[in-house]
């Protein structure tokens, strides 16, 4: 695992954000009210009840996709942090990946940590789960009972 494996859940979270801003751009405009659509080129087509009402649905469907896949990867990543020995480091991971916090965010909620500590306390373990011989892309359990 990685720290861009890691990194992915907030990405998706992103996606999913960004999506939630288009449907509800797309659907003022759809409505009617008053909104600027600063995502969408400008054209007279979006004028186009139809042709907005398409466009909702696909960017409704896309966020059922997109929740879907957050919803995977949470899970997965929950997994991962769960097979991590020391508490230290799954709260540091959990508080990272999952919660999202900042470094220094991360770092004021652990009592005794500094921002370049608690990085170093995700780097450093990475670092020595990547070094495992038997690990591969995915998680490796060699961790939990000492090998590697």
């Given at each position: 695992?990685?720290v861009?494996?890691?990194?992915?859940l907030?990405?998706?979270?992103?996606?999913?954000?960004?999506?939630?801003?288009?449907?509800?751009?797309?659907?003022?405009?759809?409505?009617?009210?008053?909104?600027?659509?600063?995502?969408?080129?400008?054209?007279?087509?979006m004028?186009?009840?139809?042709?907005?009402?398409?466009?909702?649905?696909?960017?409704?469907?896309?966020?059922?996709?997109?929740?879907?896949?957050?919803?995977?990867?949470?899970?997965?990543?929950?997994?991962?942090?769960?097979?991590?020995?020391?508490?230290?480091?799954?709260?540091?991971l959990?508080?990272?990946?999952?919660?999202?916090?900042?470094?220094s965010?991360?770092?004021?909620?652990?009592p005794?940590n500094?921002?370049?500590?608690?990085?170093?306390?995700?780097?450093?373990?990475l670092?020595?789960r990547?070094?495992?011989?038997?690990?591969?892309?995915?998680?490796?359990?060699?961790h939990?009972?000492?090998?590697?």
């Amino acid at each position: 695992m990685t720290v861009k494996d890691l990194s992915q859940l907030s990405y998706l979270k992103l996606e999913l954000e960004e999506e939630k801003r288009r449907l509800a751009e797309l659907t003022a405009a759809a409505t009617g009210c008053t909104a600027t659509l600063t995502g969408l080129p400008p054209s007279s087509k979006m004028t186009d009840k139809t042709a907005l009402a398409a466009e909702i649905a696909d960017i409704k469907n896309a966020l059922l996709e997109k929740s879907r896949q957050v919803a995977a990867e949470y899970a997965r990543l929950t997994r991962f942090i769960a097979s991590v020995d020391d508490s230290l480091t799954r709260l540091v991971l959990s508080l990272r990946f999952l919660d999202g916090f900042l470094w220094s965010e991360v770092a004021a909620r652990i009592p005794g940590n500094s921002e370049d500590s608690v990085k170093k306390i995700c780097y450093r373990y990475l670092k020595n789960r990547s070094n495992c011989p038997l690990c591969h892309e995915h998680m490796c359990d060699n961790h939990s009972s000492g090998i590697g």
